[in-house]
């Protein structure tokens, strides 16, 4: 079923739209995959870390105090990462990157008009993550982006979301700029997912939920921990 919008291309429901516009934002709800696995880093995490201060009396040598500390980095780690992993995702991913109305596309502050859209390629670049002390180590990911050439210039419009939205904004942008050149590049990287939030949701309901789910980590782990200790003590004791 689609919806109709005033002299406005028809858009699947719940795509963005809403009073006659389709705005796209970087919903943290569509990694949330990655943000489910770093939950889990978390919990086993408080494990680890639990199995380590209760070994800490049974080092007795240099070995031992080796492995003691190697055992606290990776628990501190693995606790960084289901904490602060929410946090990075939902901080900022209220933002309405792009908005499409009758009048022109909307990029912050400066709108577009479509008779001066020429051009809107989407992209994306590999980059690395990681420390620059261990190049062959990074991880690396995709960050996507959409340049869009108007007759003032080009503007370059990085987010996560057109991994998952690209081609509908390819959609409305040839219903509202037929002449305009549409460009995918790498297209088989950009896969339409369901749809998002019907409109974004406010800064504090994004930062309210990260801060749940980086909470609800710290939760799951002490619970993990207290029925360990509870049923199986064994388990814990690192030696």
């Not at 990911?141 to 080009?154: L, P, S």
Request: proline share 6%; hydrophobic share 45%.
């Amino acid at each position: 079923m689609n919806t109709q919008r005033d002299g406005a291309p028809e858009v699947p429901d719940g795509s963005g739209a809403h009073a006659g516009a389709v705005e796209f934002w970087d919903d943290w709800l569509h990694d949330r995959g990655t943000v489910a696995v770093a939950v889990l880093v978390g919990v086993l995490g408080t494990v680890v870390m639990l199995a380590v201060v209760r070994s800490a009396g049974s080092v007795d040598d240099w070995f031992g105090l080796f492995l003691f500390g190697a055992q606290f980095i990776l628990a501190g780690a693995m606790l960084t990462v289901g904490g602060l992993m929410p946090l990075m995702y939902g901080w900022d991913a209220h933002r309405v990157l792009v908005r499409c109305t009758s009048e022109g596309l909307e990029v912050g502050d400066a709108t577009h008009p479509w008779s001066t859209v020429r051009t809107v390629v989407l992209g994306y670049e590999t980059a690395e993550a990681g420390p620059e002390s261990n190049p062959e180590g990074r991880a690396t990911f995709r960050a996507y982006h959409v340049v869009i050439g108007t007759d003032a210039g080009t503007v370059r419009v990085p987010g996560r979301v057109w991994r998952t939205r690209g081609h509908e904004l390819a959609a409305v942008v040839g219903e509202y700029a037929p002449g305009a050149r549409v460009e995918v590049q790498g297209g088989s990287a950009f896969r339409p997912q369901e749809p998002p939030r019907p409109v974004p949701p406010s800064r504090a309901r994004v930062r309210t939920e990260s801060v749940a789910l980086a909470a609800g980590s710290l939760l799951l782990g002490a619970a993990l921990c207290a029925a360990v200790l509870r049923w199986a003590p064994a388990v814990v004791t690192l030696g």
